[in-house]
């Protein structure tokens, strides 16, 4: 069974990068899956950042396509994420997720909190 | 301003039945995206509730029940129970933007 967990800093200065990490366990990142970035603002939806596949092709949400990267590290089974420039727009819980080639996310991580704050 | 639209809440009793609406455009739903649905908690991360407009994974019980038609989906849950109490999201895929669109959520009150 797949298992994902983000870690990374819990408060980045605006104006910054913003760089979280997904480690992904039970599984291998070389699967047929796509690996996926989704945040949630306090009290507000969820938003769908980008993904991308082993290979290194990436898709993102055209607005956030500017400041965001995502990224693989196949030696060590994780993926990441950065986003530059950041707000306090950007504060919100950050999940990563294995979504399949159906277009579903079947496995979350907990989530990480970051907040932007001088 | 999501590209999928949701009411921001629904509510029922215990036993109840409710449905969540789901509408989207030509270029998700009406293009033939599958739709798929999420309950998150309070708290904790997303699970998968629907997949494909209406498979249940495994352990979601018979109670959640996924359709779609046209440009819209619904998510319905029967015999609604206290620990249903939840946000439910929809989400598809969107050939305009090449990606992931989720719903705005709504919030499920059982009372």
């Known amino acids: 069974q797949v298992q994902l967990q983000e870690s990374g800093p819990g408060l980045v200065k605006p104006s910054g990068t913003l760089s979280l990490t997904c480690a992904v366990s039970g599984g291998s990142i070389s699967s047929s899956d796509w690996w996926s970035w989704v945040r949630q603002p306090p009290g507000k939806g969820l938003e769908w950042i980008g993904e991308m596949y082993h290979s290194g092709s990436t898709k993102y949400n055209p607005s956030l396509k500017s400041r965001v990267t995502i990224s693989v590290d196949k030696s060590k089974n994780q993926f990441s994420l950065r986003v530059t420039s950041v707000t306090a727009a950007d504060t919100a819980v950050y999940y990563c997720?294995?979504?399949?080639?159906?277009?579903?996310?079947?496995?979350w991580g907990k989530g990480t909190t970051v907040t932007v704050s001088s | 301003q999501s590209v999928l639209t949701q009411p921001p809440s629904v509510s029922g009793a215990p036993g109840q039945r409710v449905t969540i609406s789901c509408t989207g455009s030509?270029?998700?739903?009406?293009?033939?995206?599958?739709v798929h649905w999420y309950q998150q908690l309070p708290g904790t991360a997303p699970k998968l509730l629907i997949y494909a407009n209406g498979n249940r994974p495994s352990g979601v019980p018979d109670r959640f029940f996924g359709s779609k038609s046209g440009t819209s989906a619904s998510l319905a849950l029967t015999g609604l129970q206290a620990e249903d109490e939840a946000d439910y999201y929809c989400?598809?895929?969107?050939?305009?933007?090449?990606?992931?669109?989720f719903g705005g959520g709504t919030k499920l009150t059982v009372l």
């Open positions: 030509s270029s998700n739903i009406g293009a033939g995206s599958d």
């Open positions: 989400q598809s895929y969107d050939s305009s933007l090449s990606g992931v669109v």
């Open positions: 997720a294995k979504r399949t080639h159906f277009y579903y996310m079947d496995v």
